[in-house]
């Protein structure tokens, strides 16, 4: 399956939006001209609207607002990318095992993940990062630790269904090892559904530091995120509108391109 076969627009806009978010981010260092974390002259930069010196403005600190979106980019899709990965290699596992093996393993295995998913995530990752600290290892850890089981019952799902098919019979018949044929056989018709879902799952991931990150417990200053930037700024609303406006916009930018992208490689699966 090709992704050129894919006709939504929505699918293209949201591609290209990722695209030169992306591109902007990874060039970062050669496009800003400011320290995105050193205070810059405060006496004379403070809280400055945005002009051809500061294109996005300075903070109450004098840090250039455009430097530090594009820093804060850095982190958050870092963040992001990194506990979808590791939700997505754990959730898979962990489904995979529960639908091939069925009866009263999986009945345990589910259970565990409805009494997980009884509990709302922000509550989860709140708890965990008060008990263990803050950082972004932590915030890392914490969220994928929270965020697998979706995967988990997705994968189990596909696995259900897939196990009955003639060519995972065949494959029993012939003798050939568990791990095989789930690793060989049943992961990859799996693939496209997992990476989907990861993507739009990607956005909620976002969405869910930059919260953190605004009520102090997820990415700690002077390291810039989106969310701890609007948290910054929001003393100086709505007058210094730039501080809060700009990465709110990232996000927004961001989220709905990774949402876009997603219901695209919906209808490819489909």
Known sequence: MSIFKIQSFQFWVGLSVLCLIILFISFSSFIIKYDPD???????????????KFCFGTDKFGRDVFSRVLYGGRISLLIAV??????????????????YFGGWLDQILMRF????????????????????????????I???LTSWMDVARLVRAEVLSLKQRPFILKAKGAGLKTSRIIGRHLMPNVFLTV???SII???????????????????QPPTASWG????????YLPFEWWITFFPG??????????NFIGHGLKTLRE
Request: with cysteine; proline share 3%.
């Open 249 to 258: 916009i990232a996000i927004l930018c961001t989220t709905m391109s990774l």
């Open 113 to 140: 993940v409805d009494l997980l998913l009884s509990f709302p995530i922000i509550f989860l990752a709140i708890t965990c990062m008060a008990l263990f600290g803050s950082g972004h290892l932590m915030l890392i």
């Open 38 to 52: 050193v205070q810059n002259n405060p006496a004379e930069n403070r809280l400055k609207k945005p002009s051809w």
């Open 82 to 99: 990194s506990v979808v990965l590791f939700s997505a290699i754990i959730g898979s596992f962990y489904g995979a095992i529960s639908g």
């Open 195 to 197: 990476f989907t879902f």
């Open 228 to 235: 701890s930037m609007i948290n910054d700024g929001k003393s």
């Open 142 to 144: 914490v969220l994928t």
């Open 201 to 219: 799952r990607m956005a909620d991931i976002i969405l869910i530091e930059s919260a953190l990150s605004f009520i102090g417990i997820g990415t």
